[in-house]
């Protein structure tokens, strides 16, 4: 396969509505922001986006083994986690992560980057099968993760333009709008949470 190929790979991977567990942790990301604080978004994105590079590049280099059932558990559990940290974020500031320097902004990047670790992850034995024998993982892994930036950045741009005509134009409250998005979000990633602890508990 050449770079294009892994490239789309990447991009149909997080674009795929059948796989919509990592879009529901980018939009639970997303929901305490207006367009126009996208730099402080974008530290978390980057945060994120290190995350899931390096797991990846650790479990293709079989360098970190977890057990893919238990994976798929903490996937859903690190969404219901962010909507309810989401929920429970104060008024101040209106909505967002103001300051990007400072220690309540340095521990979110932390958390962020944890949560990017799982889901590099989960996503590490879908590129396993793809890889073609005594392939280098150089390429393949570059490729792979410039596509499902690519894929995130066009899921952060469509909310976010959301976000600006529901708090902008229609006036929304941010805090209202930020609790109606992760209480839904919060709902979906619960059931997928209570699937993937049966399935979990199934195979010990």
């Known amino acids: 396969m050449n770079f294009g190929l892994y490239l789309n790979l990447g991009l149909e991977h997080i674009t795929d509505p059948l796989g919509y567990d990592h879009i529901l942790f980018i939009l639970a990301m997303s929901a305490n922001?207006?367009?126009r604080e996208w730099k402080s978004l974008l530290v978390l994105v980057t945060a994120f986006t290190v995350g899931h590079s390096l797991a990846l590049a650790l479990s293709m280099l079989n360098i970190v083994s977890v057990n893919a059932s238990f994976i798929e558990f903490l996937i859903p559990l690190s969404?219901?986690?962010t909507c309810l940290l989401n929920i429970n974020k104060p008024l101040e500031n209106n909505i967002g992560f103001q300051n990007t320097i400072g220690r309540k902004h340095i521990v979110n990047y932390f958390i962020i980057l944890g949560f990017g670790l799982i889901?590099?992850?989960g996503f590490s034995?879908?590129?396993k099968a793809t890889l073609v024998e005594n392939?280098?993982?150089l390429?393949?892994?570059t490729a792979f993760n410039i596509g499902l930036e690519i894929g995130q950045i066009g899921i952060l741009g469509i909310f976010l333009f959301f976000n600006f005509v529901f708090l902008e134009i229609l006036r929304k409250q941010p805090r209202d709008w930020s609790i109606f998005i992760s209480g839904a979000i919060a709902s979906l990633s619960f059931m997928m949470l209570l699937e993937k602890m049966a399935?979990?508990?199934?195979n010990e």
Request: net charge neutral; charged share 10%; proline share 5%.
């Open 33 to 35: 922001y207006r367009l």
């Open 79 to 81: 969404i219901f986690t």
């Open 119 to 121: 889901h590099g992850l």
């Open 125 to 127: 034995n879908f590129l």
């Open 135 to 137: 392939e280098t993982l």
């Open 139 to 141: 390429m393949p892994l």
């Open 199 to 202: 399935a979990f508990l199934g």
